[in-house]
């Protein structure tokens, strides 16, 4: 899906205005959900979601709090619904075996890391993650699902989009009102510098809740000086071209798709002519890479910083060890 250009403007556009009775009835709806009681899982369950559709660096900030866990010693596993793939799950990933359209493109991504279980019931999918050996269930999405009680949850933040118009679907991006959001989560992760994320971590500290910061550094090969040609098909594409050209490649042409596109032979084609013609390089996400035939670009591998990683691990340990 690509986001609408409205939800990036103000609440007054009258696109958003017309759209406004749809969005109170979809937020009434989300929120409702939102209340339901969600049953316990057999070991502690951490949640990284956001208020808003689309991409906002979840599944970073998923790697990101399941390397603190390692670091103590926990074994997490990762619990998805698997957007974009066939399988309802409960099912544990194979990246051997499985591609993105069985199980999605982000559990590929998060199988590097730790185990992943994909199951659209997360109830059955919690039991599973249990089953193989976890200590910590790190869910990757899923804030507005009902069905699993969540022991800690951090709403996650794209700096540069923020709340966007401050609307509700299909007004704005929002999937409920924030107002009514924020007592589910314990905390912010907010990723990347703008001014559009300043409001929402304004919002977060009158809430008293704590606000991490971080942004997306790029490890792995070497780009500074290279002519490339970058493409994406995640939330926000421009979000990649700025941390490739702060690693200093030479963006020769950027080419955006909608977020989890699923490349056809036609796309391949026309981003492989272009850059032929330019000279450059095809370079695109990690997550991107695992809906690509192997070999067909660069991936540019990134993680997340925190200014003050301390203070985030605190707060994990505390929920990680409070039902033990």
Excluded at 63 to 71: D, G, M, P, Q, Y
Excluded at 132 to 160: E, H, R, S, Y
Aim: proline share 9%; hydrophobic share 45%; net charge positive.
């Amino acid at each position: 899906m690509r986001s609408p250009a409205f939800w990036r403007g103000g609440p007054g556009h009258p696109a958003a205005r017309l759209l406004s009775p749809l969005a109170a009835l979809y937020g009434t709806m989300t929120v409702r959900r939102m209340g339901r009681p969600g049953q316990r899982a057999p070991c502690p369950v951490l949640c990284l979601g956001n208020f808003t559709l689309g991409g906002a660096g979840k599944t970073p900030a998923a790697r990101a709090v399941a390397a603190i866990l390692r670091a103590r010693g926990e074994t997490p596993v990762f619990l998805s619904r698997g957007y974009g793939g066939r399988l309802p799950g409960p099912v544990q990933v194979e990246p051997g075996c499985h591609g993105a359209g069985d199980v999605g493109d982000e559990p590929l991504l998060l199988a590097r890391d730790a185990p992943v279980v994909v199951a659209r019931d997360r109830v059955a999918g919690a039991a599973l993650c249990r089953e193989i050996g976890a200590t910590v269930i790190v869910m990757d999405d899923g804030l507005q699902n009902p069905g699993l009680a969540k022991d800690l949850a951090f709403a996650v933040v794209d700096g540069g989009a923020g709340h966007g118009n401050g609307r509700v679907f299909p007004a704005g991006p929002l999937r409920a009102p924030a107002s009514r959001q924020w007592p589910h989560v314990a905390g912010v992760i907010l990723i990347g510098g703008g001014g559009a994320g300043e409001p929402v971590a304004a919002q977060a500290a009158a809430w008293g809740l704590p606000v991490h910061r971080g942004r997306l550094a790029a490890e792995g090969p070497d780009f500074a000086g290279r002519r490339v040609l970058a493409f994406a098909g995640i939330g926000r594409p421009e979000k990649f071209f700025a941390t490739l050209a702060e690693a200093g490649a030479d963006l020769a042409a950027t080419r955006s798709f909608p977020d989890h596109h699923p490349y056809r032979p036609a796309d391949l084609h026309r981003l492989a002519a272009e850059a032929h013609h330019l000279g450059a390089a095809l370079v695109t996400t990690e997550k991107d890479s695992v809906r690509l035939p192997t070999g067909f670009a660069e991936a540019l591998p990134v993680r997340l910083v925190f200014e003050h990683p301390g203070a985030l691990a605190a707060q994990i340990a505390g929920a990680a060890t409070g039902r033990r």
